[in-house]
């Protein structure tokens, strides 16, 4: 019974699973010829720049993003990226607000059309008067997300792995011509008639050479896996609040709008909470706070600390995939109690 | 006994829906429930299904309450619901394989000879067919041989009058399976045309459930008296009203006694009708003629 009910749902969302991973898979291949782009042009500048002046590239990139900049920076990923590495800059592929978009969208969509969606249109009577449990219908729910969701991951990384193809290896544009050893600097000075030589100053160094592909333009598609599973997290936390709203509802749009703006305002916390300091204490509310992908591609540690409820400093270290898959399921747990419990009004 | 409530009752706050439904449909029983919109017929039908919880009260299908035991008590039923909504991106076929796939079991062997008595094309998406098409898609569902229990909310609504014949049929064809048949209507001719037992609601509350056989042998009297005098009495004959000379009765017994009585009465005008429901459903839901 199940098993049709699966099938059943499954057919009614193939063309929109179709639209979704075309999607996301085009954009990360698109994101991979943006990134190419970018880093050919940005990193022999901070490199170039760097090394003349003999500024670290983690200073000048902190004045750089500061201010206004700090924002955009806010928005690719933080100050976990380092903006020269090809690994961290192909990363920001999987927090980019499009992604999250599409990802909330895909979310919240399947998931208010799975309850009131389904009470709306007044098919839900029909299903329930078959032996179908109420339980059975969310249960049904949970397996088409445990088929869907690795299918929507596996786009994303298929389009990451075809970007890396395509992009590979790395070059970094006009870089060789930026390299010339530095001439030392010869200052002559008349002063009172006298005249003065320096001879010999040399001020800052040569830039590293950096080879096609290596360092920090090693490209590594196997190490997107890791994001699949924040991925993953995110849609299912996101899918699991939005089937709870779905089981107290009636009409699909209403539902609609309460999950986007629900998610909505996290967004924006989470946002706002990055750049502005005070607004942070907020931002462990929200869905978007665990969703971090780029430790599990740069094999950083997968942890939240709430640092933000402890002036700066760790408090507590809690893995972030748990957070999300456990509100996921708490959210369906949710939906499965209300839904039981419900009545199932006439349609209108 | 296949289906039995006890004190069925859904409130919602001060409003009551339906009103402590007590009754029962046996095997093989076709029972139909009349009652104009808002009288609670509706609310009956879901609660039985297990689409409401009840807020006082029990359902039963062959045992098995409909609210907590509600898979198993779906199991005997097939349900035609009134506002009748399906699954508009699938053809008939599909909708017919899904559900029978919900219930375990392979589509019936009779399907292409029963459309095409219906003169349905099943094949068809549902999204292109008219609400009476779907109407007969949706009768292929509920006219299920393997249900025990058929439930019909309004079930000839929207179907043209060659169409509720063969419905009409089908229930009767029904009836000599074995099966349960309990539909709601409005209209009483189809309801006195195949109901073992009628039952009659008002504002949530059944207030009237009586056998069919025992509505065709009863008779409604009207008569018109020479005087504004009383009346004798008869074993049998109850006063519905009176408006001066002009009184409606209703009689159950035999006719010669009847026959007896009006010419003791020796009325100026008289008439002798079998009771019907019309007679029934006016005296709950209308005003007397």
Same mark, same amino acid.
């Given at each position: 019974?199940?098993?049709?009910?699966?099938?059943?749902?499954?057919?009614?969302?193939?063309?929109?699973?179709?639209?979704?991973?075309?999607?996301?898979?085009?954009?990360?291949?698109?994101?991979?010829?943006?990134?190419?782009?970018?880093?050919?042009?940005?990193?022999?500048?901070?490199?170039?720049?760097?090394?003349?002046?003999?500024?670290?590239?983690?200073?000048?990139?902190?004045?750089?993003?500061?201010?206004?900049?700090?924002?955009?920076?806010?928005?690719?990923?933080?100050?976990?990226?380092?903006?020269?590495?090809?690994?961290?800059?192909?990363?920001?592929?999987?927090?980019?607000?499009?992604?999250?978009?599409?990802?909330?969208?895909?979310?919240?969509?399947?998931?208010?059309?799975?309850?009131?969606?389904?009470?709306?249109?007044?098919?839900?009577?029909?299903?329930?008067?078959?032996?179908?449990?109420?339980?059975?219908?969310?249960?049904?729910?949970?397996?088409?997300?445990?088929?869907?969701?690795?299918?929507?991951?596996?786009?994303?990384?298929?389009?990451?792995?075809?970007?890396?193809?395509?992009?590979?290896?790395?070059?970094?544009?006009?870089?060789?011509?930026?390299?010339?050893?530095?001439?030392?600097?010869?200052?002559?000075?008349?002063?009172?008639?006298?005249?003065?030589?320096?001879?010999?100053?040399?001020?800052?160094?040569?830039?590293?050479?950096?080879?096609?592909?290596?360092?920090?333009?090693?490209?590594?598609?196997?190490?997107?896996?890791?994001?699949?599973?924040?991925?993953?997290?995110?849609?299912?936390?996101?899918?699991?609040?939005?089937?709870?709203?779905?089981?107290?509802?009636?009409?699909?749009?209403?539902?609609?709008?309460?999950?986007?703006?629900?998610?909505?305002?996290?967004?924006?916390?989470?946002?706002?909470?990055?750049?502005?300091?005070?607004?942070?204490?907020?931002?462990?509310?929200?869905?978007?706070?665990?969703?971090?992908?780029?430790?599990?591609?740069?094999?950083?540690?997968?942890?939240?600390?709430?640092?933000?409820?402890?002036?700066?400093?760790?408090?507590?270290?809690?893995?972030?995939?748990?957070?999300?898959?456990?509100?996921?399921?708490?959210?369906?747990?949710?939906?499965?109690?209300?839904?039981?419990?419900?009545?199932?009004?006439?349609?209108? | 006994?296949?289906?039995?409530?006890?004190?069925? !009752?859904?409130?919602?706050?001060?409003?009551?829906?339906?009103?402590?439904?007590?009754?029962?449909?046996?095997?093989?029983?076709?029972? /139909?429930?009349?009652?104009?919109?808002?009288?609670?017929?509706? !609310?009956?039908?879901?609660?039985?299904?297990?689409?409401?919880?009840?807020?006082?009260?029990?359902?039963?299908?062959? /045992?098995?309450?409909?609210?907590?035991?509600?898979?198993?008590?779906?199991?005997?039923?097939?349900?035609?619901?009134?506002?009748?909504?399906?699954?508009?991106?699938? !053809?008939?076929?599909?909708?017919?394989?899904?559900?029978?796939?919900?219930?375990?079991?392979?589509?019936?062997?009779?399907?292409?000879?029963?459309?095409?008595?219906?003169?349905?094309?099943?094949?068809?998406?549902?999204?292109?067919?008219?609400?009476?098409?779907?109407?007969?898609?949706?009768?292929?569902?509920?006219?299920?041989?393997?249900?025990?229990?058929?439930?019909?909310?309004?079930?000839?609504?929207?179907?043209?009058?060659?169409?509720?014949?063969?419905?009409?049929?089908?229930?009767?064809?029904?009836?000599?399976?074995?099966?349960?048949?309990?539909?709601?209507?409005?209209?009483?001719?189809?309801?006195?045309?195949?109901?073992?037992?009628?039952?009659?609601?008002?504002? /949530?509350?059944?207030?009237?459930?009586?056998?069919?056989?025992?509505?065709?042998?009863?008779?409604?009297?009207?008569?018109?008296?020479?005087?504004?005098?009383?009346?004798?009495?008869?074993?049998?004959?109850?006063?519905?009203?009176?408006?001066?000379?002009?009184?409606?009765?209703?009689?159950?017994?035999?006719?010669?006694?009847?026959?007896?009585?009006?010419?003791?009465?020796?009325?100026?005008?008289?008439?002798?009708?079998?009771? /019907?429901?019309?007679?029934?459903?006016?005296?709950?839901?209308?005003?007397?003629?």
């Amino acid at each position: 019974m199940i098993k049709t009910l699966v099938f059943k749902i499954l057919r009614d969302l193939r063309l929109v699973l179709f639209v979704t991973t075309t999607l996301l898979c085009l954009f990360q291949i698109f994101w991979a010829k943006i990134m190419e782009r970018i880093l050919a042009q940005l990193a022999p500048f901070f490199h170039g720049m760097a090394g003349y002046s003999g500024i670290e590239i983690a200073d000048m990139e902190k004045v750089v993003f500061d201010g206004p900049g700090k924002l955009m920076r806010t928005f690719i990923g933080g100050d976990s990226v380092d903006l020269n590495n090809a690994m961290d800059m192909f990363s920001v592929g999987y927090i980019h607000p499009l992604v999250q978009t599409i990802l909330c969208i895909w979310a919240i969509g399947r998931a208010a059309g799975a309850l009131a969606g389904e009470i709306d249109r007044g098919t839900m009577e029909l299903l329930l008067s078959q032996p179908v449990g109420r339980g059975a219908v969310i249960i049904a729910h949970l397996i088409v997300d445990a088929i869907t969701i690795p299918i929507i991951c596996l786009s994303l990384w298929l389009g990451s792995a075809v970007g890396c193809m395509l992009v590979a290896p790395l070059t970094l544009k006009d870089y060789d011509n930026m390299i010339q050893p530095m001439k030392p600097l010869q200052i002559e000075l008349g002063v009172a008639g006298l005249q003065f030589k320096v001879r010999d100053i040399t001020v800052g160094k040569s830039p590293p050479k950096i080879e096609a592909g290596k360092g920090k333009l090693e490209l590594r598609p196997m190490d997107f896996g890791g994001a699949m599973l924040a991925v993953a997290s995110l849609l299912f936390s996101i899918t699991g609040v939005t089937m709870a709203i779905s089981a107290f509802g009636r009409f699909r749009f209403r539902v609609l709008g309460i999950s986007v703006f629900v998610v909505l305002i996290m967004f924006l916390t989470n946002v706002i909470g990055q750049v502005w300091e005070p607004f942070s204490i907020l931002r462990p509310f929200t869905i978007f706070y665990y969703y971090q992908p780029q430790p599990l591609i740069l094999g950083k540690p997968w942890m939240v600390t709430y640092s933000e409820w402890n002036a700066g400093k760790p408090l507590v270290h809690v893995p972030f995939l748990m957070v999300l898959f456990g509100l996921g399921g708490f959210g369906y747990l949710l939906a499965g109690r209300i839904f039981s419990q419900r009545d199932i009004p006439a349609p209108i | 006994m296949l289906l039995e409530t006890q004190a069925l !009752t859904k409130r919602y706050g001060a409003f009551t829906a339906l009103d402590a439904l007590d009754m029962r449909i046996d095997q093989g029983e076709v029972f /139909g429930l009349l009652g104009p919109n808002g009288a609670g017929k509706s !609310t009956a039908l879901r609660l039985i299904l297990g689409f409401l919880k009840p807020t006082s009260g029990t359902s039963t299908i062959a /045992g098995h309450n409909s609210w907590s035991d509600g898979v198993r008590a779906r199991k005997k039923i097939a349900y035609l619901p009134g506002e009748l909504r399906l699954y508009e991106n699938m !053809t008939g076929r599909q909708l017919l394989d899904f559900l029978s796939g919900l219930r375990g079991r392979p589509v019936r062997p009779d399907l292409q000879k029963i459309a095409s008595h219906f003169d349905i094309d099943i094949d068809v998406p549902l999204a292109t067919m008219s609400s009476g098409m779907k109407r007969k898609v949706a009768l292929l569902l509920v006219l299920d041989p393997y249900a025990d229990l058929i439930i019909m909310d309004e079930p000839t609504n929207t179907l043209d009058p060659t169409m509720r014949e063969i419905l009409l049929d089908e229930v009767r064809e029904a009836r000599k399976r074995g099966q349960a048949v309990f539909f709601s209507s409005h209209v009483m001719s189809e309801v006195e045309a195949v109901c073992d037992r009628v039952g009659v609601i008002r504002k /949530g509350k059944l207030v009237f459930s009586e056998k069919m056989v025992a509505l065709r042998t009863g008779r409604q009297v009207k008569i018109k008296l020479p005087s504004d005098g009383p009346i004798s009495e008869l074993d049998g004959l109850n006063l519905v009203w009176r408006r001066e000379r002009f009184l409606h009765l209703e009689y159950s017994g035999t006719l010669d006694h009847l026959m007896a009585w009006i010419a003791r009465v020796a009325p100026e005008d008289f008439s002798v009708e079998p009771m /019907g429901l019309e007679g029934i459903y006016r005296k709950f839901h209308g005003e007397p003629q």
